[in-house]
């Protein structure tokens, strides 16, 4: 284990301390969950948004898929995390900031992103804000990009009355058990191909 990854570690366990409904779990994701929910991507997919980056697991293995910093919004809510990360990997774009507010920013020049990596903790968080999170990165993504979720549960953490609101379908793409604890990725995408930002409206 290397001196990056003990004090990740650390990190993460401090930060879950905190804030655990926030954080959700007190280790970061392994390298065998960042590699099954990386594993779609690649330097053809264009711009990547990643929700809840934490320490850097799933942006690490981005880089190594091929994926620039320059091509990289990395949304983070905590401060430690996000001071880290804009460090760490200078040439991509850190915003600290809610993941619920992202379309409220604009990304890429306003070019569309092909894909979005979600570390966000799905299952804590209330209808109406996982609603204002989807609607948001649906609005960044191009038509047929797809939003990566993982999830610690037995069945996608976006339930069917959540994703028909959405106009989005969920698609298991794998699991994994060696990381701790075992963990599922979910594939979202559009039914349609219609970006569902319209719908915001209806939520409360």
């Given at each position: 284990?290397?001196?990056?990854t003990?004090?990740d570690?650390?990190?993460?366990?401090?930060?879950?301390?905190?804030?655990?409904?926030?954080?959700?779990?007190?280790?970061?994701?392994?390298?065998?969950?960042?590699?099954?929910?990386?594993?779609?991507?690649?330097?053809e997919?264009?711009?990547?948004?990643?929700?809840?980056?934490?320490?850097?697991?799933?942006?690490?293995?981005?880089?190594?898929?091929?994926?620039?910093?320059?091509?990289?919004?990395?949304v983070?809510?905590?401060?430690?995390?996000?001071?880290?990360?804009q460090?760490?990997?200078?040439?991509?774009?850190?915003?600290?900031?809610?993941?619920?507010?992202l379309?409220?920013?604009?990304?890429?020049?306003?070019?569309?992103?092909?894909?979005?990596?979600?570390?966000?903790?799905?299952?804590?968080?209330?209808?109406?804000?996982?609603?204002?999170?989807l609607?948001?990165?649906?609005?960044?993504?191009?038509?047929?990009?797809?939003?990566?979720?993982?999830?610690?549960?037995?069945?996608?953490?976006?339930?069917?009355?959540?994703l028909?609101?959405?106009?989005?379908?969920?698609?298991?793409?794998?699991?994994?058990?060696?990381?701790?604890?075992?963990?599922?990725?979910?594939?979202?995408?559009?039914?349609h191909g219609?970006p569902?930002?319209?719908?915001?409206?209806h939520v409360?």
């Open positions: 284990m290397t001196d990056d003990v004090a570690a650390f990190g993460f366990f401090r930060a879950w301390l905190k804030d655990p409904l926030m954080v959700a779990a007190v280790a970061p994701s392994g390298r065998a969950l960042a590699s099954l929910i990386t594993s779609e991507i690649s330097d997919t264009g711009p990547v948004i990643e929700l809840g980056p934490g320490t850097g697991v799933f942006t690490r293995a981005l880089i190594a898929r091929g994926v620039r910093q320059e091509d990289l919004a990395l983070e809510l905590g401060s430690e995390f996000a001071i880290a990360l460090l760490r990997y200078s040439a991509a774009r850190t915003l600290w900031m809610d993941a619920a507010r379309c409220e920013v604009e990304l890429f020049d306003g070019a569309p992103a092909g894909a979005v990596v979600s570390g966000l903790p799905l299952l804590s968080m209330k209808a109406g804000k996982v609603l204002r999170v609607t948001g990165a649906f609005d960044k993504l191009e038509p047929d990009g797809a939003f990566y979720q993982f999830t610690y549960g037995l069945r996608c953490p976006v339930g069917p009355p959540l028909a609101e959405v106009g989005l379908r969920a698609e298991r793409i794998g699991g994994t058990l060696a990381n701790l604890p075992p963990a599922s990725v979910y594939r979202l995408t559009r039914l219609d569902p930002a319209h719908r915001l409206r409360s």
